[in-house]
């Protein structure tokens, strides 16, 4: 309930935990997920009126109905989301940027739920055809919002950040200190003073990460990673401040250095971090991956060990207890220590 782990599936074999000693879980039961399928918007003249006009057609008129419709269904599928716990009651656009030559935007989406409280999180969106869109449905089917036929032939209205350009393009903001307007303010990229010597001058191919996470990482080549918050938060995010001071002021050398960031500067509230970008480190791995191979070293090592064949005796029964120094005539014995700790304070010894 606390790390919102997933679990494996209940199915009707024996459900295996591990406890380690005095420990316990709390567990949420929740319905099994359906795989996340892209929604079929339906062929009509409106739609591919709107997909002419590229990427800002989706966001007005009939298009922003229907693609905030389709967000409230969209999003509880992503592995960055949240709050899969709650049921989204409705999903409205604050703000977007459009990233120029790419018919690509960054929106910030402003959700309420059921229970009436509220997230914003941000989504960066855009419209794919021909390879480029058979290449995203193969690698990343999830990031699909939705499949439409126009008369250049089929698209996706999908996650940008699935498109190479885009992540080119994020990293671009960051690296030229750039600015994007938005509707309702600017968008602002920051490189740190430990950028360039950490950039280079090569090209750097760039990749999603894989781990399940509540953020999008973007790595580039061996160098770079990106964190995206999907989920915002006012103001500076605490991440960016501490790296920030141990790379500029304290020239801390025993962290990932802090190569920039990207805030969201609105004319209605403070200053808020979308991204930061890192030197990537190399490791050996994760935790988890770690504990992985460790379990699998151990089985190994005790596949080949003879099998026992005296397993020792039996334990007792449990034992029963005598309160000294009541009498003979009046000695009490019980099963269970919780009702000997209850009913008789004095010591008590097992017999």
């Not at 750039?178 to 280079?200: C, D, I, K, M, Y």
């Not at 090209?203 to 781990?211: K, N, Q």
Request: include cysteine; hydrophobic fraction near 40%; charge should be negative.
């Amino acid at each position: 309930m606390l790390g919102y782990v997933n679990f494996p599936t209940i199915t009707a074999q024996p459900y295996p935990l591990t406890l380690s000693p005095y420990s316990f879980l709390w567990l949420e039961l929740q319905s099994a997920p359906a795989a996340p399928e892209p929604v079929e918007v339906p062929v009509d003249e409106p739609i591919v009126h709107m997909l002419s006009r590229g990427i800002e057609g989706v966001l007005s008129g009939e298009g922003l109905t229907r693609l905030q419709h389709l967000l409230a269904s969209y999003l509880p599928h992503q592995r960055w989301f949240g709050a899969k716990s709650r049921t989204i009651k409705t999903v409205e656009i604050l703000d977007s940027a459009e990233l120029p030559g790419l018919n690509a935007m960054i929106l910030f989406l402003h959700l309420t739920y059921e229970d009436n409280s509220t997230d914003i999180y941000q989504l960066a969106l855009t419209i794919s055809t021909g390879e480029v869109a058979e290449m995203v449905r193969a690698s990343d089917p999830a990031s699909i919002v939705a499949t439409v036929s126009t008369s250049d032939g089929p698209a996706i209205l999908h996650d940008a950040v699935a498109r190479e350009d885009v992540r080119q393009a994020i990293l671009h903001l960051i690296e030229t200190s750039g600015e994007l307007p938005t509707r309702n303010g600017s968008l602002q990229g920051h490189s740190s003073s430990a950028f360039a010597e950490v950039r280079g001058t090569n090209p750097l191919p760039a990749r999603t990460g894989s781990a399940e996470q509540s953020n999008t990482s973007i790595l580039y080549d061996a160098k770079l990673i990106m964190k995206l918050f999907r989920r915002l938060q006012p103001g500076e995010n605490p991440d960016t401040d501490i790296g920030r001071f141990l790379t500029e002021t304290a020239h801390f050398p025993r962290i990932a250095p802090f190569l920039g960031d990207i805030t969201l500067h609105s004319k209605t509230g403070e200053p808020t971090t979308i991204a930061m970008l890192q030197a990537l480190v190399e490791n050996e791995g994760d935790g988890w991956q770690w504990t992985l191979d460790e379990l699998s070293h151990y089985y190994d090592s005790v596949a080949i060990l003879p099998a026992l064949h005296d397993l020792g005796t039996p334990p007792p029964s449990f034992p029963t207890m005598k309160y000294p120094p009541w009498p003979a005539s009046t000695q009490a014995s019980i099963s269970t220590q919780p009702r000997c700790l209850a009913a008789a304070p004095r010591r008590c010894t097992w017999h």
